[in-house]
């Protein structure tokens, strides 16, 4: 089955660390998306990639960062710049950017502060 | 696991028709409930959120525990509520789960 998976589930930074979301998608999608989602707020856009080699910063992508080397990755970094990281991060995908075709998410993950 | 499920991949009505878009879920504790839409070339966007109990362009949403529903309605649809339309769960351990989308389409 074609789908969007994002590993780990749960991750654990300290203080100072970098640490790296992974989001692969077998669905050949040219377009991918990364969400932050905190508690009582909606989703928010970090970073997008409309194709492969190109993405772009969305809404809230101080200190994020990504790279889209391979059409089927998209993997995020939270830097040690990004104050308040502690959040569920989910991934997205879809056949072209923004088109009229649906996006497909990922199970998310839950990145904490140790 | 909690699993959202939009049993309408496509959906299309009649300008001035009311329109529902359906939403089941499983979970077996106390979630909250999102509706988000996508308007062509735009950005995913919260539409509403079940304990807000708010009309947001028209629509409402009302959780329904015991079948398991939060079905999103709009008695009077316009052209320009044409969109994807997400169904989105979060459950409390605030992980989010979304449904497969269904795509409205308001014909004139």
Known sequence: DGG??????????????NVTLS??????????????????????????????????????????SVSREKKESFPLTVTSAQKNPTAFYLCASSRRFYSNQPQHFGDGTRLSIL | AQRVTQPEKLLSVFKGAPVELKCNYSYSGSPELFWYVQYSRQRLQLLLRH??????????????????????????????DSAMYYCALRDENNDMRFGAGTRLTVKP
């Open chain 2, 51 to 80: 304990i807000s109990r708010e009309s947001i362009k028209g629509f409402t949403a009302d959780l329904n525990k015991g079948e398991t529903s939060f079905h999103l309605k709009k008695p009077f649809a316009q052209e320009e």
């Open chain 1, 23 to 64: 989001c692969e998608q077998n669905l050949n999608h040219d377009a991918m998306y990364w969400y932050r989602q905190d508690p009582g707020q909606g989703l928010r856009l970090i970073y997008y990639s409309q194709i492969v080699n190109d993405f772009q910063k969305g809404d809230i992508a101080e200190g994020y």
């Open chain 1, 4 to 17: 969007i998976t994002q590993s780990p589930k749960y991750l654990f930074r300290k203080e100072g660390q």
